[in-house]
């Protein structure tokens, strides 16, 4: 199951699909029932959508976050789609990875696989948003147009709102104070930007969507993945994965972190710029650790011979 706020699957099912099929190509051809579904409030889902809408309110029995999204989500999935064998795994890079990470909060029983990919979690502290609490400007520029309030732009490769210079560093330095883009371009029209722009601290508002501070260890067994070069979420990562095997008396939760960018292990990642790793780091990873470790979860096939974490060691290349 792979849920998401990004891109409208139902515009054309077969070029997704497509598309899908290429970055899970192992997984694909083990010939899993591939579920696909937008977050709440997103294209076709119902509700009001939240951009990473963190933990919910445990005081209120009514609250829901994604946790409980992905639980009712799994209950309907086991009542109506037919030849499933009751088992569930669930994955997911960047803003899905840490929507991945979030169905460990009270998991389904029949969630038995989990991996989050690049997860976003520290998003003041460390990552996406702000680093270490520094406004990202140019990519929260750009992330603000592409995907989230402004469904028609869907796509990296739209053309971005102002970006009049090819030189991007040039466009930010004529630009002025952060008071400028919404008086010069956005006119208040992309929320995403409106909400980055007004949380500028460290308070509750980012707390509740620091995953690792509200994951609940548990016995699922769980392949947390990041990228020794992903500017975007490599602190997300290692906190998961640091949250989550604190109590791991099954051994059931592994690391692996190679030499990518964010979200590269889904490519052949034998090369980042001029670099040669001598092999293809991502195919390696996929066909080697991530395909056994969702077959051996949910079809009860092979054994797992790797360990807790599995580092790709950069001069060796090993």
Not at 193 to 217: A, C, N, V, Y
Not at 258 to 285: I, M, Q, S
Request: hydrophobic share 35%.
């Amino acid at each position: 199951m792979h849920r998401t706020p990004y891109i409208d699957w139902s515009k054309d099912v077969e070029a997704i699909s497509t598309k899908f099929k290429n970055h899970w190509k192992e997984l694909s051809d083990e010939g899993y029932i591939f579920v696909l579904q937008h977050v709440r409030g997103r294209y076709g889902s119902q509700g009001e959508y939240v951009i990473y809408r963190g933990v919910r309110d445990r005081e209120d029995p009514k609250s829901i976050d994604d946790s409980t999204d992905t639980f009712d989500t799994i209950e309907w999935l086991l009542h109506n789609v037919p030849d499933s064998n009751g088992k569930v795994g669930i994955i997911g890079v960047s803003n899905p990875g840490a929507i991945a990470a979030l169905a460990l909060i009270d998991p389904h029983p029949a969630l038995r696989a989990v991996s989050p990919q690049g997860p976003a979690s520290f998003q003041f502290t460390g990552d996406d948003f702000f680093h270490n609490g520094a406004f990202s400007l140019a990519p929260n520029y750009a992330y603000s147009q592409w995907s989230m309030w402004k469904p028609e732009l869907d796509s990296e490769d739209e053309d971005l709102v102002g970006y009049a210079f090819d030189d991007r560093y040039e466009f930010f330095l004529r630009l002025g104070s952060l008071a400028n883009v919404n008086k010069k371009y956005f006119n208040n029209e992309y929320g995403t930007w409106d909400l980055l722009t007004s949380q500028l601290t460290f308070d509750s508002f980012w707390k509740r969507r620091e995953i690792d501070k509200h994951i609940q260890p548990t016995n699922i067994p769980t392949l947390v993945v990041g990228g020794y070069y992903d500017s975007q979420d490599q602190k997300g990562a290692f906190g998961v994965f640091e949250a989550l095997k604190t109590s791991d008396k099954s051994h059931v939760v592994h690391l692996v972190v190679g030499p990518w960018l964010h979200g590269g292990w889904r490519d052949e990642g034998r090369r980042l710029g001029k670099l040669d790793f001598d092999t293809a780091t991502g195919d390696v990873y996929r066909a080697t650790i991530q395909a056994p470790f969702f077959s051996h979860h949910l079809k009860g096939k092979g054994d797992l011979d790797f360990g807790e974490a599995l580092m790709f060691q950069t001069g060796t290349n090993r």
